[in-house]
């Protein structure tokens, strides 16, 4: 049994965080939350999304484990009006979505045939930068008419974002007193923008607190939470190997 | 003799309810109104527009067959601003345009090298359901993301739009409650959904009050009035045989 | 040495006015000001733009002759927010540019390798209107929906925009009491709609008071200023020779 109501917005603002990275995505839902782990083809960025039974306004489930293909359901969530609530139930397997006067018959994938989930690394990154995600959407989306990778760094105090393209050279700085933390060593890893690029254009991104944590030449950790901290997501992105 | 002062948003509307499903209509006008009763190439979809002459500020006419080429008409009527007036008056084959200080002079077609005006049906239907337009828009825009067909019905005291794609299903149910009117018996009807796409996206539509009459595996008859009255729409389209 | 601030949003305005005509463009900075005359590939249309010092908050310059990608300066100021100020100095083979905290490097063209500057004809035309860009911007749009050529001209006390399709014809007229001025002779000339479109798009042209300098069968001039009189802005686009 699968049972949940909760803000159409809402739940369309958690699927986007996990769509911009992958087209489908195994849901495991048990009695406290709904959890989805997905890696993007390439194996260079992985996403984990966790949905707490508190942001539902109703919840109730056994364990399962539901394939879901996002771009389904989110044309679904579109129908929504503002102020909506969704209904959500796993009727022989199909999910059931009641939105208003709509009700949707969601089929469900043959969790087999998604890519397995990874299991995600524990790592720990020597310096952590706490900003508005809307800044670092607007460095990303300025990064990406220059180049095809982009370098995040800590340097003097500051949080930078560089890149460099055939001809031109962009770097983006945020101070100390811009941005909300700022902890650790000096450090710098190069990213592919594609990543960066989907990761940072959701909605939930733009309104978001987001951390980054950072190494030297070695993967990128980007979390932020929604819905009064009961929605939960992290990202983690592969460096690209500086050429010298 | 034909010269009529219309509101150039009004008229604007009025050519909109045509120009969805045909690109070209033959327009009588006679000294009490326009009518123009075009059928799209399939013959599956036809519609009736009628603008009285209550609807103009202006209009004198004698009995004119005008052909109209409905996309250089609505390029032209794109130029006007809020609260223009157009001036319309036929000029040795032309059709005179005048708002504010253009004036545009569009070639009519020959009647003879437009689609044969086809005798609109006279059918009795016996279910008829009354809805906001913007209700039928939203549900037909929803059940396009799903299938190619739609059944439209009246069920326990509901309508219902209904779609299957290959492997989702939808169902819009609206309750006697959110409908103005329902009268008559259970039915449904199978339809394209391109001809219902193409007549529900008009302005006019999702700002009417839209009367639906519907039978069993029969045409529909989808139907609404705007000026006060003075502008009335038809449209019927044909069903299609449902597969079992 | 070149060093300037100006007002982000202002700056953009200026590159526009001439990127609308032209993709790479020399700008000439001396003392007093900068300047940038560009001519485009067929040679039918030209563009004089002049920015003071005083159009600047700051400005210091020796002469430097800087080629620029107009696209990619562009591109640059549309990171821009509501109110930045930008700040430009040469460095090294390359403009800096300088956003709260983005820092661009923006490589400059070799002036060698861009369209010789033209000499700026000195015409004398015998009329002379004056009137809101956005008045133009409207004719010209209208116009580009019917024909390929457009002509202007002044007769009977009033300005007019003539053009005609295959089948249809457009005529916009704008009377003296609409427009600010209007003196000299009647005249009228005729020109692609292509340059007049790319001239009237703009959002200075659109925000301006325009003058349209015209003859007979003779180029047009088309000047209008903005930022209190300190960037100056000229085009003259050669006429078609009319079919009898």
């Known amino acids: 049994m699968f049972r949940a ?109 998604i890519r397995k989930i990874p299991k995600v690394p524990q790592i720990q990154l020597p310096a952590r930068v706490v900003v508005d995600g809307s800044t670092i959407q607007r460095a990303i989306k300025a990064a990406s008419s220059v180049g095809s990778y982009v370098a995040l760094g800590v340097e003097d105090e500051s949080f930078y974002i560089e890149t460099e393209g055939d001809t031109d050279k962009l770097r983006f700085v945020i101070g100390r007193d811009e941005l909300i933390d700022l902890q650790g060593d000096d450090v710098r890893s190069l990213f592919s923008l594609d990543y960066l690029r989907s990761i940072t254009k959701s909605k939930a991104f733009g309104r978001a607190v987001v951390t980054l944590e950072i190494g030297i030449d070695y993967p990128i950790k980007i979390s932020f939470s929604f819905a009064d901290g009961n929605i939960n997501t992290m990202y983690i992105v592969a460096p690209r190997v500086e050429a010298v």
């Open 5 to 113: 109501t909760i803000d159409a917005e809402l739940f369309k603002d958690a699927i986007e965080v996990v769509s911009v990275l992958v087209e489908e995505s195994i849901f495991n839902a048990d009695e406290n939350m709904v959890v989805s782990k997905a890696v993007e083809p390439a194996n260079a960025a992985m996403v984990v999304l966790e949905m707490k039974k508190e942001a539902f306004d109703v919840y109730e489930s056994d364990s399962h484990e539901l394939g879901i293909d996002l771009k389904r359901l989110s044309n679904v969530l579109d129908m929504a009006q503002r102020g909506d609530m969704v209904e959500l139930e796993l009727e022989e397997h199909k999910l059931k979505v009641v939105m208003g006067g709509l009700r949707y018959h969601l089929s469900l994938l043959d969790p087999s045939t």
